[in-house]
Every structure is written in C-alpha cells, then in structure tokens.
C-alpha cells in the first residue's frame, strides 16, 4: 500500500461537548493549511511548541485556540503535524474542521493517521494494532498487555526469530550456488536444534493466547442453576447494583443479563441466565437454550444450587450439556447462611451432602456462597482470578491478537514441515521453500512484508477517527 499526497483532518478528542477539544491535521500541507488562519503574537513554525492564537476564516473570527507544531519526520505520523486545542463546543468543532475542508483538506478514514504512521515506519503493524488495544482497555490487566505491545516486547521476539531463520534460508541458498563443489554451508544438526527451538518458542506465543484472548475480551462467567436458587441475587451482589430482577416466582429470568466488574485488575463479564427446568413456556425455553449456549462458550461457569431442593444426580443432568465445554465449572451451593444457625434441623434436610458430590461431581471445584456473608462472594471472585493467574505462561510476551495466533498457527505448520524435510534431507531448494513460507507467516504480524490493502482496511477500520 503507498500514501497518498492528501492533508487530512480529523477530531481527536470524542464528539460532543466537552472543555477542550483537539483536531489533528497530517500531511505535506498541514502547516500551511494552518499558519494562514492563526493570528498569533508568537513565531508557529517552531516545530515542537504550543503557541496562542485566534482561528479566523476569512473575516470570521472562529475561536481563541492553542497550535502545535510537529515537524515531519518527528511526529505521531511521520508526516507534517499540527494539533489545534480549541473550546469543547460542538459548533466551534465543526466549524474549524469545515473551513479547513473547505481550503481542500480531506477528513480522515478510521485508524487514517494510525496507517500513516505504519506506513511510515514510526511503527510496525503489531505495534500498531496494540494502539486500538489500549485505546479499548478497561482494565488494569488489558491495558499492560497493549502497552507491551505498543513497546514493542512482541515485535522484538518476532524479528530475533525472523533473523535466524533468515540467516539460515541464507546460507541453505549458498549451497545451492555452489551445488557442484558439494560444500556445505550450513550445518544440519546446528540447524535442527535452531528449528527445534524457534518451535518451541512460536508454541509458546501460541500457548498465551489462551490467557491473552480472556484478558482482552473480557472474563466471561455464567451463572448456571435450576430457578430460585439465587443466580440473579449474586449477580447484582457482584455488581453492587439491581441489575437483574430478584422473585420468588420461577422463571422470572428468562433471557440472559450481563455486565462488566473489574476485580483485582481483572475485566469479568458475569452473565445471569434463565433457570434450568423443563417447561412448557416457549419463551423461557428459548432463555433456558440461550444459558446452555452462553455457558459453551463461557471461561467460567458458575452452577449454582439449593441443598435442600437438589440431589447430586440431578446436578450430574444438569451438567451433562456444559460438562464438555472449555469452561471450568465451579459447584457452587447458595443461601450457606441458613446453616450457620446452632439448630441441626435443617442440615438434616438436605437432599445432597459433601460424599454424595463426591461420588458423582468429584471433578469440579465445589464453593459455598451467601448474598449475606461478603466473605464467600469475595473467596468465589477470588478463586476466579487465582485460576486466571494459573493460565499465565512463563513467557514475557502474551499474545491477544487473533490475527497474530493464526499467523503464528501458520508459521508453526510451516516449520513442522521444515523439520521433517531436515529429518528426510531434504534437498536444499525445497528447503528454502519452506522457510519461505515460515518467515512469510511471521513477518505478516508485524508488516515487513507487503500487506494486501483489504487486510489493512480491516485492521485500521476498528480503529475510532482523529486516531
């Protein structure tokens, strides 16, 4: 993809009113679509500094606003830059962004100036996608995984490997050049062992995806259980509000309610879903469908139950439709605080006892919780993180990027093929046919090959305008 020669403008700051607002102008005309229209006591073509002044178009005295100046090749874009701070109002915005189109500047794509930094090579393409990352983070956790990124951390592992393999796809071509002389460049056992680790390495990449991918997206929970046993009350105990509608009537949750908590830095989407019961009801059936469909696809799930109400095989049923998903289950027994009472008649009445889930549910992590007692919500949410925490790998960089994980799927099947064409000696030219295809893979995440311009459309087209 090659830049273009339009100046573009955009609003940076988000639409609305607010007390500032910044418009960004980048390209070859940038200053000098800017300098004509502020009036200023101070000299605006000294890059790198802010000056006062007042936005007039034509005889029309716009706004008093602060210019900044950032000069080609120093700025966010690699190109001429300025930033202009005017007042929060919406008309004042509008208005400067107007004239400035007017005057045959061009409004900027989504992720516009992003790509120009890319292209520009301020960044390379991972780096930049790590930029939309944090401008989404909503946690603490979110938001240090885009800033290694943004760093550089990835890109860095990624060009070391790169480089070896280039290295030794060099020298795999010498040999080719000299096929007749019979001179070997490279040495096949040295070059076994660097394969063996580049894998093991890209299987790590590969592997942090896992956790990567949940801290991104946010933690997904669903909150599982027959009705009435308490799933829409831990919901709005954990979110601190009534976000869903507590009843003594069955089935008064019928479609799943979520929402966000951020907990020891940690994004959790909780999800409270209808109750597990046969029905006749179409609609709660529908509701009963979609809570088995958010639990498939859940990290958490949440099942909880009412001891007196429940048996531990019907706890089995009800998990035989979730029990081969990805989530980890916790079995959770609700409203604990009726126990705590000297009185040894109502534990007598339980339907299902510590040995019974023992016999049929050893396999899943058992909890207590009370809406009344804080401490059991706290050791649930705790449990949560600590089993996120275990997903960590030991490597420092994490991947979260899907594309990046499929590109790296890629380039670890192109070096299972480059390790066995080495087990089956291979001849060199084939060889280099593979490692072709791995470093092509790898270099696809960080741009240093020619990226096809519908892909980078809908990479740049999340990003937000004025970005």
Known sequence: ?????????????????????????????????VIEKIQTKSLIHQPNQIVLGNFHHQDEFIDQVMVGY??????????????????????????????????????????????RAFLNHKMDLAQAEAVSDLIESESK????????????????????????????????????????????????????????????????????FAYGNVIKNGISVAILGRPNVGKSSL?????????????DIPGTTRDSIEDLMTYKGYQFRFIDTAGLRKTTDVVESIGIDIALAKAQKASFCLYLFDSLEITAEEIAHDLNDIIQSNAHIFLVESKIDRFLSLDQTLKSKRKVNESDLDKELKEFDRLEASIYIPSTIEKLTDQLVKLIEKKKTNSSVVISNLRHYQCLKLALDSLKQVDLALKNNISGDLLSVDLNQVIHHMSQITGQIDIDGDVLGTIFGKFCIGK
């Open 141 to 208: 956790a979110s938001h240090q995984l885009a800033l290694n990124q943004l760093k550089g951390d990835f890109s860095h592992s990624l060009s070391e490997l790169r480089l070896q393999l280039i290295e030794f796809k060099s020298l795999i071509e010498l040999e080719l050049d000299f096929s007749e002389e019979d001179i070997e460049f490279a040495d096949r056992k040295k070059i076994r062992d660097l394969i063996d680790n580049i894998q093991n390495q890209v299987k790590r990449l590969i592997d942090s």
């Open 235 to 247: 919901l709005n105990t954990l979110l601190k509000e009534s976000k869903a509608i507590v009843s």
């Open 1 to 33: 993809m090659v830049l273009d020669n339009k100046t573009i403008v955009a609003l940076s700051t988000p639409p609305g009113k607010g007390a500032i607002a910044i418009i960004r102008i980048s390209g070859q005309n940038a200053f000098r679509s």
């Open 70 to 115: 950032f000069q080609s090749p120093n700025s966010y874009t690699g190109e001429d830059l300025i930033e202009i701070y005017c007042h929060g109002s919406t008309y004042i915005q509008q208005r400067i962004i107007q004239c400035l189109i007017d005057d045959g500047l061009e409004l900027a794509q989504p992720g516009e100036f992003t790509l």
